[in-house]
């Protein structure tokens, strides 16, 4: 019986350390509040279709107003993590933003090449 147990515990481990592994989790990004216009511009321009755990756990907290610090490996969504928000509240604005309007958001990154990057999701996320 004891050992039937340790079994089924380390069955259960596995599974959680491949849930971990698993990129993508069985949700939508609407599901995390996200406008619909963004959503299909994720889906259609960036060609995701589901969130990852780290765009799951972040992005709600974000749109709450609320301070996150993400940290996770590359390649698992952070740079959607914050800016997807960004956009998401800017389009949701009742009026057309002016550049006269002033500065609404600020991305600071350490590098060129990041900055490269970032510039390159926002550019799908908006147009």
Do not use: W
Not at 17 to 39: I, K, M, N, Y
Not at 45 to 63: K, W
Not at 101 to 121: K, W
Request: with cysteine; hydrophobic share 40%.
């Amino acid at each position: 019986m004891n050992r039937k147990r340790r079994r089924a515990a380390a069955e259960e481990e596995e599974l959680e350390a491949q849930r971990q592994q698993t990129p993508f989790v069985h949700c939508s990004f609407q599901d995390l509040g996200l406008c619909e216009t963004l959503c299909t511009h994720m889906r259609e321009r960036m060609g995701f279709s589901a969130p990852t755990h780290i765009q799951q756990a972040a992005i709600p907290s974000i749109l709450s107003d609320k301070d996150v610090l993400v940290n996770a490996e590359t390649g698992t969504g952070k740079t959607v993590v914050y800016l997807a928000p960004i956009v998401h509240k800017l389009q949701a604005k009742m009026k057309k933003i002016s550049r006269t309007d002033g500065t609404y958001a600020l991305v600071l990154v350490p590098t060129r090449e990041l900055c490269l990057q970032v510039y390159e999701v926002v550019k799908q996320l908006v147009h």
